[in-house]
């Protein structure tokens, strides 16, 4: 099966594009630094590796364009008839012709440079000859401009013809225009062709595929064609006579009776003759279009008289009749696109004609012989004359006959819509599928919502049956717990305890009302400053107590929290003690009579500075004679660095990621290669 894409075609530039790519190319892929200094013989092949690469490109880009574009002699007839018809088979020559002419020049001048460039004496002439040889190569590329433009031009349009095969199973439709071929397509496969009530809607071919009998068939929709001489025609008809001659199809002839496209039958019916010479050896079908508008027995004795004469020269297109109509089935068809009558028939008719007719030229080709010797069909042959009719079980045709039965009894939702009284009227009833026990409750009156209770919550068949149960499991847990309950009631306690008890619920229950308070009010309650806070419990006269009772002083605690709680206000300022102010005497001495002051300024004195020669243990120094000699020499070597404002390795750095000298401001003519 032969396909012809148009659509992977490569893009064809126009004379300046090509000009800039080869160049650009050029200075891309070959080597741009040459001295003077350099020997004659590098630099006679500096240039003329130049030349040859230019010309090596033009060659190759097009000899692409001439290979790509179809030879009109070596494809189908039809896509060359077609071809000649969009674009002048002539200019379409004459334009590949001057691409392979330039391409043959541009040969020429390389070659002829390139000779030159081996006597080449200096850098200078070198270079002229290099800059001379591109020169011409570009100037031949420029006179062959507007035939690259014409073939971009035919390249698009290619690229938007559609893909048809002209070897494939196929149906083509043609007639006048506005006969209803259009929609006849649209009817039968997916494709969107433009439908509208003037003629000539259709401008071009247009392709649908439909399947029958398991096989793909292909449908082309032409545009409409009128009775006049073949030199009158125009392109769009042209485009129909075209995809007529050459593909070998069944061809549908639309015909349309109602006379509503504006032509009489009396003028399809010329058209029909004037082109009966291109349906031959092809199968015929007449396509009475519209009959919802006119039924064909309504039309006139003459135009049936007309319509008579083309049926039978349609007879006369049959495939081994030789002219004589033996079976007129199939070759005059009623339809309505409208009403989709006759469509499906219409389809099936020039499928099953075509079929028949690939099948007849098969039988008669010389490789039937080759098929037929590796097949063998067996025929049965009849016993005897007795009858023995198929049989089927007793059960199988009851069932059939229920299902039968039932299938036109059977009522839908849209019937019962329709007998009482339609949309709007009609309301359709959920109840009747419910399964339940007995069919007389479906319609019953169920509440959902009862005294602001659920229904369904407390809809439970076993639910006097759980309740007993419920209450019999709790009788026998009260029994069984009766022994173990035990509930102080305070009459087996002595009045101590019984006192005790007393004060512990009370506890408990203003213990549980305070936090109810709290919790109720947790979000609206303010928060109360300690000096105001009446409820406040950790306070120093607690803390007392509570040392007092278990037999401690208080005194040094509370003076402690005293001399750390942040207040100061009321107390006078005192002086921290120096670490040579304890005359080497214990912290925790009580003998000495400066302990009080000592315990006020501990928490606030700070520990004393280090010099910054003193040893620590672990530093690494001797002594601290040693330490500060490195110390002086770390700073001497930092003064240079720190006075020349230089960065140090200890600096914290935020690099510079765009450097404003070469991102701002505009690009100045020359190389940016340093960006």
Not at 121 to 130: E, G, I, N, P, T
Not at 431 to 441: H, M, P, Q, S, T
Not at 655 to 664: A, G, R, V
């Amino acid at each position: 099966m032969v396909q012809y894409n148009f659509k992977k075609m490569t893009v064809v530039p126009s004379g300046k594009d090509f000009i800039d790519i080869i160049l650009s190319r050029t200075q891309r892929q070959t080597p741009t630094v040459v001295h003077k200094g350099y020997a004659i013989s590098r630099l006679r092949q500096f240039y003329m590796r130049k030349v040859k690469y230019t010309q090596q490109n033009f060659h190759e880009k097009l000899s692409t364009i001439i290979d790509e574009f179809p030879r009109l002699d070596d494809i189908h007839p039809f896509y060359g008839d077609l071809l000649h018809v969009l674009y002048n088979k002539d200019h379409y020559k004459l334009a590949l012709g001057q691409i392979n002419t330039a391409r043959n020049l541009i040969g020429k001048i390389s070659k002829d440079y390139v000779k030159l460039l081996k006597y080449g004496d200096s850098l200078y002439r070198c270079k002229c000859l290099k800059v001379a040889a591109l020169g011409r190569m570009c100037t031949v590329i420029k006179r062959i401009g507007p035939s690259l433009a014409y073939l971009e031009q035919i390249r698009q349009h290619m690229a938007r013809l559609p893909s048809i095969d002209p070897n494939t199973r196929t149906v083509l439709i043609c007639g006048y225009p506005n006969v209803g071929k259009s929609s006849f397509i649209n009817k039968i496969t997916r494709a969107d062709v433009d439908v509208q009530p003037y003629a000539f809607t259709t401008k071009s071919l247009f392709v649908g595929h439909t399947d029958y009998k398991y096989l793909r068939y292909q449908v082309i929709d032409t545009p409409g064609i009128l009775d006049r001489p073949f030199e009158d025609r125009n392109i769009i008809e042209m485009c129909s006579i075209t995809a007529l001659a050459h593909l070998r199809a069944a061809v549908l002839f639309f015909l349309d009776i109602s006379g509503s496209c504006g032509y009489s039958i009396a003028q399809q019916a010329a058209l029909f003759h004037s082109i009966k010479s291109l349906f031959m050896n092809k199968p015929l079908i007449i396509v009475c279009n519209k009959t919802d508008l006119q039924p064909l027995e309504a039309i006139s004795e003459e135009d049936k008289k007309l319509v008579t004469e083309m049926k039978a020269e349609a007879m006369k297109t049959v495939i081994g009749q030789g002219g004589e109509a033996t079976n007129d089935e199939g070759v005059l068809l009623t339809m309505s696109t409208l009403t989709e009558e006759g469509v499906i028939a219409v389809k099936n008719a020039a499928c099953e004609r075509l079929l028949n007719q690939r099948v007849e030229l098969k039988m008669k080709s010389k490789k039937i012989n080759d098929c037929l010797n590796r097949f063998h069909v067996a025929m049965p042959k009849p016993r005897d004359n007795k009858e023995r009719p198929p049989c089927i079980p007793q059960a199988v045709l009851e069932a059939k006959a229920k299902q039968a039965a039932e299938k036109e009894k059977r009522n839908t939702e849209r019937d019962l819509e329709n007998e009482n009284g339609g949309a709007g009227v009609y309301s359709a009833s959920l109840k009747k599928n419910y399964i339940l026990a007995n069919d007389e409750w479906k319609e019953d009156v169920m509440p959902e919502i009862l005294d602001g209770h659920n229904i369904y919550d407390f809809v439970d068949p076993d639910i006097l049956h759980r309740l007993e149960e419920l209450e019999r499991e709790e009788g026998h847990r009260q029994a069984e717990e009766g022994d173990d309950d035990f509930e102080m009631d305070g009459l087996e306690l002595s009045p101590e305890e019984q006192k005790t008890l007393a004060e512990i619920r009370k506890k408990k229950s203003l213990l549980i009302q305070q936090h109810r308070i709290k919790k109720s009010t947790a979000e609206s309650r303010p928060t109360v400053p300690r000096k105001f806070d009446k409820d406040r419990k950790f306070t120093t006269k607690r803390m007392g107590r509570q040392l007092s009772k278990l037999g401690l002083d208080p005194t040094e605690a509370i003076n402690r929290a005293r001399s750390r709680s942040v207040s100061t206000r009321g107390r006078k300022r005192e002086r921290s003690l120096d670490r040579d102010d304890t005359d080497g005497g214990h912290a925790m001495d009580v003998d000495t009579p400066n302990k009080k002051q000592r315990m006020l300024s501990r928490s606030r004195s700070r520990s004393r500075s280090r010099p910054p020669t003193e040893v620590v243990p672990g530093e690494g120094f001797k002594d601290s004679a040693q330490k500060a000699k490195a110390l002086q020499k770390a700073n001497k070597s930092n003064k240079m660095r720190n006075k020349n404002a230089r960065r140090g390795e200890a600096d914290r750095v935020i690099p510079t990621l765009k450097p404003k000298h070469l991102f701002s401001g505009k690009r100045s003519i020359g190389k940016t290669q340093r960006r």
